[in-house]
């Protein structure tokens, strides 16, 4: 059974830094591409962030660019979500979500949707 567990969440100042990490299971973790997905209060789903197999290929959405970084170890099987600069905008539950498919187009990486959800961390930013 696929699991994927996040953890780190938690208030945050404006400008202030969270980490956080989506521990999976049950599945060759090293055989996918990962993705964090948020939803604020609210809000739909938003898409943050992937990363491929290896680590070597990161993909992040504009408003999130410069200011998080994706990585993964995995010899952990982890996925990790450092989060700096924090806004009040970036107050959402987040979701460690496993890829379903990737692909190239026109040379560029591509992540098709995503199969298997954690249940979510929440992250507050305010004064």
């Known amino acids: 059974e696929v699991q994927l567990v996040e953890s780190g969440g938690g208030l945050a100042q404006p400008g202030g830094s969270l980490r956080l990490s989506c521990a999976a299971s049950g599945f060759s973790f090293d055989n996918y591409a990962m993705s964090w997905v948020r939803q604020a209060p609210g809000k739909g789903l938003e898409w943050v962030s992937s990363i491929n197999w290896n680590g070597a290929i990161t993909m992040y959405s504009e408003s999130q660019k410069g200011r998080f970084t994706i990585s993964r170890d995995n010899t952990k099987n982890t996925v990790y979500l450092q989060m700096n600069s924090l806004e009040t905008q970036d107050t959402a539950v987040y979701y460690c979500?496993?890829?379903?498919?990737?692909?190239?187009?026109?040379?560029?990486?591509?992540?098709?949707?995503?199969?298997?959800w954690g249940k979510g961390t929440l992250v507050t930013v305010s004064s």
């Open positions: 979500a496993r890829v379903e498919e990737t692909y190239y187009r026109a040379g560029n990486y591509c992540i098709g949707g995503m199969d298997s």
